[in-house]
């Protein structure tokens, strides 16, 4: 064979699809992989499978009907969904709600996303081929799920924030559930690390792998643990404490390697402060009404309302530019999951096909979040 | 940087701007002509006392008359926030440029407002329709798009 | 041996002799062979539908769950409808399949560990096929295997196939040397390569014991080595269903599914039986030198429990691994093997060799 021929072959690439039903893509996620061998060229996601236009949707939709629709998007930070959305109608009807209210949304927020993580290290064990953290994550979850039902009727999309407060009160023995449960995750969760943490075999697919700079974590806007991961300082409870976070004491955990281990250890380091901040607050839950009477069709007054908060996965913003009727002109979401995705080539690049699982699973993709 | 600080620091850019809205929203809020938001941008980000280098959000608005384009920037290093905003008077052809080479988050951002604004950005690397078919006609987020089947108005 | 009711050869002689007194000798040959064929035949799927039962159930309970509990009393007879359901399934082909390959590849696999099956001896004087080169017979054939899984990935005209059927292949044939090695340091204290000599040869007390501690790195590495070889957690980066959806079979339906999924679980208790003769004393039972009594007592236990006992351990100890390990890479895994598992056992048998040359083992 002459040399040319040679290149030829060497330089074919082929191309994979991965999706839309694939196991490790956590949804309808297509990524198209140019791979060379086993080594990855080029991923390039194709999104929509699952776009559902709720901005349009929003547009002729009420406030109150709106918080609904936050749900159904990234759906393991619903909670959080909500509140953003009804900061922002509270923001713009200028209502103050209770301390009650923001200790009881502080508290809800912190289970989510406990139980966000609980479901994330399941599943990323999963991924990596150790089923059993599967059923343990599912295990532990399950205790939160049932609180949630015991709270607002609901195990996922909880829809508990209206704008003006919570939608019931909290049950009588909501206290003693929480705090039962802090006791025993605080057993279960060093489990996690004796699991998976701590293996060797884990440790050598994490560390390194798919490591992204401070500066392209910035410049992508990856948010939550995966940008802290990265040295990106992005959290916004600290930053712009919202609800009850400027009341307590906890610290933004922030790493500087930004590889899989690195975003794997903030996450499991943020179940520890999660469960710190409920700590401190589920038992100094002051008195007051949990919801406001708000008009039943609120219109919000000619403006911009920008409000962000912190989910699971990062930074959620929600963007209402009102002309003053009953529904907004325009609403957007700047949901984590969309920026966090748009860096995945940069990490993925030249990395194995097992890897790119690796890191699909670390950045913590929940795709109606980004398809909205 | 107090809001005072940083209105005189861009101000003194020396590009045209304006400063809408100025005590309605809780960010600091400049207006820019499409054609000069690139330069602004560019010295917004490398300007070592401004340095936004976080584009946390980027919208696409259809006011009917003109297309706005909403940049909210952070800066990670002195923690203030900005919003630029800029219309674009074509509302038929909107054509702007990109701000890629700054943030490359609106690689992503971008494609969105292309595929359901139908805003154009000069110089982005790969524009092309995000969530909707590549054959699909029309902006659905533009304000006169009608969808007789999945539409329900209230 | 004491008790030698349970010797099998007194069984087997007495079936050929009435066996020759009714036919030639050519017939008695042939129907030999059938009735050894039909026992096979039913070890294999009995096999087959316990081990398949046994891992659900172990999956389970380190999974804090019950598993199938439905079926039968605790579940036990959920594989046999599975079977049923799998049986009834369509068999489908991929429109631009390679049929011939495709249909013959699941055939190709499940072949060659039926005939590794044979050279198993499982009780005294039980034993299909004893020949005088078992270890290399049972080395050799057990690699055929990956040419089905190379056919069933190429056929399946499916890249996550390919993938996965490539993956396989520089799994296996790079296990299989440490598998061949680390036996290989057992053969040097036995001298003989006849798996009913390596049984003899421990009936003072099991290689594992006798032969110092090279003998346990060269349990370990055949441990290691063993669950590689047959695709199964952390090392099944040929199904990889995180990765690869399923790998080499992703296409496969119905029975032939079936058979790549038989296939594996015969594996795994093919290399647990060699594990078990090779490095725990096959059907012998356990022995302590000088305690006479104890020794009685463990004689009084049947030979084949024994063996079953002990094959039945190192399968609990590959399910543990699967349920527990995640899953290497490929370059992890070519690297564990060239880089460490190579050279540790290269070194192992030059230290096994040294001990015998100098006596010093039991």
Redesign the interface.
């Known amino acids: 064979m002459s040399t040319e021929v040679v290149n030829e072959i060497k330089e074919q690439e ?1 191309f ?1 699809n991965m999706g839309p039903q ?3 893509t956590h949804g309808v996620l297509r990524l198209l992989l140019s791979l060379d061998g ?1 080594i990855i060229k080029n991923v390039e996601p194709h ?2 499978y699952i ?1 559902r ?1 709720i ?2 949707m929003c547009e ?2 009420t406030y109150k009907m709106i918080v609904h629709l936050t749900d159904r998007m990234d759906y393991l930070s619903c909670h959080m969904n909500n509140e953003a959305v009804c900061l922002a109608v509270e923001k713009g009807i200028e209502l103050e709600v209770s301390d009650r209210v923001k200790v009881i949304r502080t508290i809800m927020s912190e289970l989510t996303r406990l139980s966000s993580h609980q479901l994330w290290w399941g599943v990323m ?8 953290s ?3 994550g599912f ?1 532990d979850r399950e205790m939160i799920i049932d609180i949630f039902e015991e709270t607002c009727g609901a195990r996922l999309t909880m829809n508990y924030n209206v704008p003006g407060g919570v939608m019931f009160d909290i049950p009588n023995n909501f206290q003693k559930r929480v705090k039962e449960f802090i006791i025993y995750f605080k057993k279960k969760l060093p489990e996690y690390d004796d ?2 943490s701590n ?1 060797v ?2 440790k ?2 994490t560390e390194g792998v798919g490591i992204l700079s401070k500066e ?1 974590a ?4 990856v ?1 939550g643990p995966s940008g802290r991961a990265s040295g ?3 959290d916004i409870r600290k ?1 712009h404490p919202y609800s009850a976070y400027d009341r307590v004491d906890f610290k933004e955990i922030l790493y500087s390697e930004g590889d899989c281990f690195a975003r794997y250890k903030a996450r499991i380091d943020e179940m520890w402060e999660s469960m710190f901040i409920i700590e401190q607050l589920i038992d100094n839950i002051p008195e007051g009404s949990a919801r406001e009477t708000t008009r039943a069709v609120i219109k919000l007054p000619k ?2 309302f ?1 409000q ?1 908060v912190e989910t699971a996965r990062g ?1 959620f ?1 929600v ?1 209402i ?1 009102s002309d003053g009727k009953k ?1 907004p ?2 609403l ?1 979401f ?1 949901s984590p999951g ?2 966090t ?3 995945l080539n940069t990490m993925a690049k030249g990395s ?4 790119l ?1 690796a890191i699909m699973s670390t950045i913590d993709l929940v795709i109606p979040d980004i ?1 909205r | 940087m107090i809001r005072e600080e940083l209105k005189n620091k861009i101000i003194s850019f020396g590009i045209e701007i304006s400063f809408p809205k100025e005590d309605e929203t809780p960010f600091l809020t400049l207006s820019v002509n499409p054609t000069h938001l690139h330069q602004l941008a560019k010295q917004l980000k490398e300007d070592t006392s401004t340095s936004f280098d976080y584009m946390f959000c980027q919208t696409g608005i259809d006011w009917l008359e003109n297309m706005e384009i909403v940049y909210h920037l952070r800066s990670t290093s002195h923690g203030h926030e900005v919003v630029v905003r800029t219309q674009i008077t074509d509302r038929e052809n909107p054509t702007v440029d990109s701000v890629y080479d700054l943030w490359k988050t609106a690689d992503f951002h971008e494609r969105e407002i292309f595929d359901l604004l139908g805003v154009r950005f000069n110089n982005h690397p790969d524009l092309r329709r995000i969530f909707l078919d590549d054959d699909w006609e029309g902006y659905p987020l533009r304000k006169d798009y009608v969808d007789e089947i999945n539409i329900v108005e209230l | 041996m004491k008790f030698d009711i349970y010797d099998f050869s007194v069984l087997t002689k007495s079936i050929h002799e009435s066996l020759n007194s009714m036919m030639g000798e050519t017939a008695v040959m042939i129907s030999e062979m059938v009735i050894v064929g039909i026992i096979f035949l039913t070890l294999f799927a009995v096999l087959g539908l316990i081990l398949v039962y046994v891992e659900r159930k172990i999956c389970a309970f380190f999974q804090q769950r019950l598993g199938p509990m439905r079926v039968g009393f605790w579940g036990t007879a959920q594989t046999l409808a599975d079977l049923i359901k799998l049986l009834l399934k369509e068999p489908l082909i991929t429109k631009n399949a390679d049929k011939f390959l495709f249909n013959l590849a699941p055939f190709v696999l499940i072949i060659a560990s039926f005939m590794a099956m044979a050279a198993i001896p499982f009780a005294k004087g039980l034993h299909a096929f004893d020949i005088d080169i078992g270890v290399f017979y049972i080395t050799a054939i057990s690699s055929i295997g990956v040419v089905g899984v190379l056919l069933a990935g190429w056929a399946s005209n499916n890249k996550y196939s390919l993938i996965g059927a490539m993956r396989s292949g520089a799994q296996i044939i790079s296990y299989e040397l440490s598998v061949g090695l680390s036996l290989l340091t057992i053969i040097v204290l036995t001298g003989s390569l006849q798996f009913s000599e390596i049984i003899e040869s421990q009936r003072e007390g099991w290689w594992i014991f006798r032969g110092h501690i090279p003998a346990l790195i060269a349990f370990i590495i055949f441990l290691i080595a063993s669950t590689a070889e047959t695709n199964r957690g952390p090392f099944d980066l040929a199904e990889a269903e995180s990765e690869l959806t399923a790998g080499f079979h992703t296409e496969y339906s119905g029975m032939k599914f079936a058979f790549f999924f038989l296939a594996e679980f015969i594996n795994m208790f093919i290399v647990a039986a060699i594990g078990a003769t090779v490095f725990l004393g096959g059907w012998m039972p356990l022995h302590f030198g000088a305690l006479e009594s104890f020794n009685a007592i463990m004689d009084f236990i049947p030979p084949i429990f024994w063996f079953f006992g002990k094959t039945a351990f190192i399968i609990f100890l590959m399910m543990w691994f699967k349920w527990t390990f995640p899953r290497l890479r490929i370059d992890q895994l070519l690297t564990l093997e060239w880089k460490y598992l190579l050279p540790i056992n290269l070194i192992n048998i030059l230290v096994m060799a040294f001990f015998v040359l100098m006596g010093w083992y039991f």
């Open positions: 082929y994979i694939h196991p490790s086993e999104l929509g776009h236009s901005e349009k002729k939709d064990g999963m991924d990596l081929g150790a089923i059993t599967f059923l343990y295990r699991l998976l293996n075999i884990f050598a697919r392209d910035i410049s992508y806007g948010t990106f300082s992005c930053q403006g911009e920008y962000k930074e913003g963007y530019i529904s002109y325009r957007k700047r969309f920026s995705l748009n860096a194995k096909i097992a890897d699982v398809d």
